[in-house]
Nanobody, 132 residues
Framework: QVQLVESGGGSVQAGGSLRLSCAAS????????MGWFRQAPGKEREGVAV???????TYPDSAKGRFTISKDNAKNILYLQMNNLKPDDSAIYYC??????????????????????????WGKGTLVTISA
């Protein structure tokens, strides 16, 4: 199995930027579909960026143009660059890994369905707080 540890969260003003990191150990990030999710108080966990192949990434409309997912295979680290942050971006951000095959399009942003979690491994999260 793989262990995931997020870092880089913090508190910033609206319009600012943050870069989150997810350090993987026990296995390589190339073995899995990798993604970032977030969960705000009282809301369901939602996908914000998925790196489901070396050639394709998927983002929801709320993140397109502002968030960028990337990875460093040599260092075994997944990143999430977040720009032009908004108060609605405030949440705990989680790194997730799924055993292949990867979903495509909007399916890749789902946490699960019918009582089943589509993602096999989760980090414990890092808190992001955006002030207006």
């Amino acid at each position: 199995q793989v262990q995931l540890v997020e870092s880089g969260g913090g508190s910033v003003q609206a319009g600012g930027s943050l870069r989150l990191s997810c350090a993987a150990s026990g296995d390589t990030v190339t073995t899995y579909c990798m993604g970032w999710f977030r969960q705000a108080p009282g809301k369901e966990r939602e996908g914000v960026a998925v790196f489901d192949s070396d050639a394709h990434t998927t983002y929801p409309d709320s993140a397109k143009g502002r968030f960028t997912i990337s990875k460093d295979n040599a260092k075994n680290i997944l990143y999430l660059q977040m720009n032009n942050l908004k108060p609605d971006d405030s949440a705990i951000y989680y790194c997730a890994a799924r055993v292949s095959p990867c979903f495509s399009g909007s399916w890749a942003l789902r946490r699960g369905g019918d009582g089943m979690d589509y993602w096999d491994y989760w980090g414990k999260g890092t808190l992001v707080t955006i002030s207006a």
